[in-house]
């Protein structure tokens, strides 16, 4: 009994929202993964250089309550995984507070910026985050 060409283009179709499906889900999670790990850093360096305290939000800003794991579970779930990461993003933090002091003294920041390129680049290699 021959299959139907609707049948056919109905199982092609499928197969193609399968596959986009599961490409958005893995480009949905890697961006989600890279705005934390930024947020994380912001929440550092407001921290760190600033002394305040910024707590994740429990809803979004229109109102809607985020489909997400509560706060701290997805501050530990994106938190730096190895050492190594932690490292880098010491000592980029420390390159932007230089580039802010240097710009401030009007020094020469080409240097600096350099630097904080290449800390990005190495951090974004190690699995860290995206810069923005």
Same mark, same amino acid.
């Not at 060409?5 to 499928?14: F, N, V």
């Not at 890279?34 to 360096?45: K, P, R, S, T």
């Not at 000592?91 to 009007?106: S, T």
């Given at each position: =009994?021959p299959v139907s060409l %609707?049948i056919d283009q109905y199982?092609?179709?499928? +197969? +193609?929202?399968?596959?986009?499906?599961?490409?958005?889900?893995k480009e949905l999670i890697?961006?989600? @993964?890279?705005?934390?790990?930024?947020?994380?850093?912001? @929440? @550092?360096?407001? *921290?760190? $250089?600033?002394?305040?305290?910024?707590? =994740?939000? %429990?809803?979004? *800003?229109?109102?809607? !309550?985020?489909?997400?794991? /509560?706060?701290?579970?997805? #501050? %530990?779930?994106?938190? /730096? &995984? &190895?050492?190594?990461?932690?490292?880098?993003?010491?000592?980029?933090?420390?390159?932007?507070?230089?580039?802010? $002091?240097? @710009?401030?003294?009007?020094? /020469? !920041?080409?240097?600096? #910026? $350099?630097?904080?390129?290449?800390?990005? $680049? #190495?951090? *974004?290699?190690?699995?860290?985050?995206?810069?923005?």
């Amino acid at each position: =009994m021959p299959v139907s060409l %609707t049948i056919d283009q109905y199982r092609d179709a499928k +197969t +193609t929202y399968e596959k986009l499906r599961n490409q958005a889900k893995k480009e949905l999670i890697a961006r989600y @993964q890279e705005l934390a790990n930024e947020l994380l850093l912001v @929440q @550092q360096e407001l *921290r760190e $250089d600033f002394g305040h305290k910024v707590t =994740m939000p %429990t809803k979004a *800003r229109n109102g809607h !309550v985020k489909k997400t794991a /509560p706060p701290a579970k997805a #501050e %530990t779930a994106v938190a /730096p &995984s &190895s050492p190594k990461i932690t490292a880098i993003e010491k000592k980029l933090v420390a390159e932007k507070k230089k580039l802010a $002091d240097a @710009q401030a003294a009007n020094k /020469p !920041v080409k240097p600096i #910026e $350099d630097r904080i390129y290449e800390l990005e $680049d #190495e951090l *974004r290699l190690a699995g860290g985050y995206t810069a923005a």
